[in-house]
T-cell receptor, first 112, second 114 residues
Framework: GESVGLHLPTLSVQEGDNSIINCAYSNSASDYFIWYKQESGKGPQFIIDIRSNMDKRQGQRVTVLLNKTVKHLSLQIAATQPGDSAVYFC???????????FGKGTLLTVNP | ETGVTQSPTHLIKTRGQQVTLRCSSQSGHNTVSWYQQALGQGPQFIFQYYREEENGRGNFPPRFSGLQFPNYSSELNVNALELDDSALYLCATQVGSSYNSPLHFGNGTRLTVT
């Protein structure tokens, strides 16, 4: 089966710094990866996705990197702002393509 | 704002009771999935409905059941509630049945079983 693990359950950064959140997965058949942001009292909010035929994708202030060789995924947030404080989940699908498997999440705290 | 609406937002039930949670789909999204999120954990897949039929199921017992209606709205029913069913229940919608597009989540229903 699939498993998703995060390297750090919490991350604290200063406002303006860059943040990097890491994720590891076990199933080499995983072919679609999504990062979600979840604020307190809300559902997960889509940030950015990447397919297995890519190794990098950029959005507004966010970049996702995928290393299929070592089964590692990362989310980079540039110029982190207080509004970025939330729990970040990596998720993936593959094999059975009807469900997403989520990691446990990283709590990002941005200090002013 | 995702356009996925869940009701109620909070609910308290007693062990052994039954509960129905509701989800209205974002316009044009014909697939709905339900996830259970325990405190401090990531969401866990319960099942998915596509064109009013169950399209896949996670590791949840049969007392978790669902429905999808012609307007793509959905219900999650849980019978014989147990204390461990206390969690945030999330509904997520998308276009199509496979993961070619990201899920869009509602804000969930917080269920407490006492």
């Amino acid at each position: 089966g699939e498993s998703v693990g995060l390297h750090l359950p919490t991350l604290s950064v200063q406002e303006g710094d860059n943040s990097i959140i890491n994720c590891a997965y076990s199933n080499s058949a995983s072919d679609y990866f999504i990062w979600y942001k979840q604020e307190s009292g809300k559902g997960p909010q889509f940030i950015i996705d990447i397919r297995s035929n890519m190794d990098k994708r950029q959005g507004q202030r966010v970049t996702v990197l995928l290393n299929k060789t070592v089964k590692h995924l990362s989310l980079q947030i540039a110029a982190t702002q207080p509004g970025d404080s939330a729990v970040y989940f990596c998720s993936l699908s593959g094999g059975s393509n009807y469900k997403l498997t989520f990691g446990k999440g990283t709590l990002l705290t941005v200090n002013p | 704002e995702t356009g996925v609406t869940q009701s109620p937002t909070h609910l308290i039930k007693t062990r052994g009771q039954q509960v129905t949670l509701r989800c209205s789909s974002q316009s044009g999204h014909n697939t709905v999935s339900w996830y259970q999120q325990a405190l401090g954990q990531g969401p866990q897949f319960i099942f998915q409905y596509y064109r009013e039929e169950e399209n896949g199921r996670g590791n949840f017992p049969p007392r978790f059941s669902g429905l999808q209606f012609p307007n793509y709205s959905s219900e999650l029913n849980v019978n014989a509630l147990e204390l461990d069913d206390s969690a945030l229940y999330l509904c997520a919608t998308q276009v199509g049945s496979s993961y070619n597009s990201p899920l869009h989540f509602g804000n969930g229903t917080r269920l407490t079983v006492t």
